[in-house]
């Protein structure tokens, strides 16, 4: 079920740093062309820092570890005409031999699958604000229970509750960890008022912990925020405002499921215009580096 490309299977083979990224934030999380010119450039980084890039998907119906150029224009241009794949549409799209764009929780499956213990992304899902009523629960924080992978994010959006985010997180035994930092940082912004479980200072400490994890025989990931850097951060009004709205439009159209996230983000995208995007890619780039830094230690 599974096509590992032939230089991640060298890097893993060698024992070698490798870096799993996700589809979804190409086909769903950003508009083409700068999806495509990103999902590149974040490769590019990854390798400049010596590890190997692995961008993950599903391709006819197969896991995929590691695209080439041509798949990933093909994941940018075909957009949200590809599926949203989360852990509930894996098999029925292998079965059916479709493609699926992986979010985290995919991600880390596949890059489990092939033996990637590091994965860098932009933000994660998490519990939504109301999800005492609507249940709505990122399955992604599941995955982060169940999955050996260390899943380096800025935190996640303020379209969630980042406070039932972190408790949800605590039940489940995933550790929070932020890189220089005691803040949980919240995407655009560094600041979100809550606090993460271990702040940390060095890859070193950080491939420590989860490889003590795996020695105890735990099962779970580990969830690194890496606040986006002080030049690029949206701070203020104007995103809290941006988010209200999305969150408004949302429940006016009576947007669900799997819908709301992507509808939440191309919304707040539309209404800060391209600052937003450029901060979006700004923390990509710095988490891509990071998440290098901790393959390298691991
Ligand atoms: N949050 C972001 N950017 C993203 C996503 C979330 O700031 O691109 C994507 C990721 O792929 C994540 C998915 O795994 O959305 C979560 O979707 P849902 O909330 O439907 O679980
Ligand atoms: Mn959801």
Do not use: W
């Amino acid at each position: 079920m599974l096509d590992i490309h032939p230089e991640v299977k060298e890097a893993l083979d060698a024992g070698k740093p490798v870096v799993a990224l996700e589809s979804t934030i190409i086909s769903h999380g950003m508009p083409y062309p700068q999806n495509v010119e990103t999902a590149l450039q974040v490769e590019q980084i990854i390798r400049e820092e010596g590890a190997v890039p692995a961008t993950i998907a599903m391709i006819g119906g197969r896991c995929k570890a590691g695209l080439s150029k041509e798949e990933i224009e093909y994941f940018g241009k075909k957009g949200t005409a590809i599926a949203k794949a989360s852990r509930r549409d894996l098999g029925v799209l292998a079965a059916r031999g479709e493609d699926g764009a992986t979010t985290v929780t995919t991600t880390m499956i596949i890059a489990h699958m092939a033996g990637i213990r590091v994965f860098a992304t932009g933000g994660i899902g998490g519990v939504h604000r109301g999800a005492e009523t609507s249940f709505d629960i990122s399955a992604d924080l599941e995955e982060l229970a169940q999955t050996p992978v260390c899943v380096v994010c800025a935190g996640a959006k303020a379209i969630l509750d980042l406070a039932l985010t972190l408790e949800y997180l605590e039940t489940h035994g995933v550790p929070v960890i932020g890189y220089g930092t005691e803040e949980l940082p919240a995407f655009y912004s560094r600041h979100s008022g809550l606090r993460v479980d271990y702040r940390m200072d060095t890859p070193q400490e950080i491939a420590k912990a989860f490889a003590m994890q795996q020695t105890l025989g735990f099962r779970g990931g580990m969830l690194v925020t890496n606040p986006i850097p002080e030049e690029y951060a949206m701070d203020g009004k104007g995103i809290d405002a941006a988010i209200e709205q999305a969150l408004q439009e949302a429940e006016e159209k009576g947007i669900k499921g799997k819908e709301t996230t992507p509808f939440l983000l191309a919304k707040i995208k539309d209404i800060t215009g391209g600052d937003s995007l450029d901060s979006n890619i700004r923390l990509v780039y710095n988490n891509a580096r990071l998440a290098a830094g901790i393959a390298k230690a691991l």
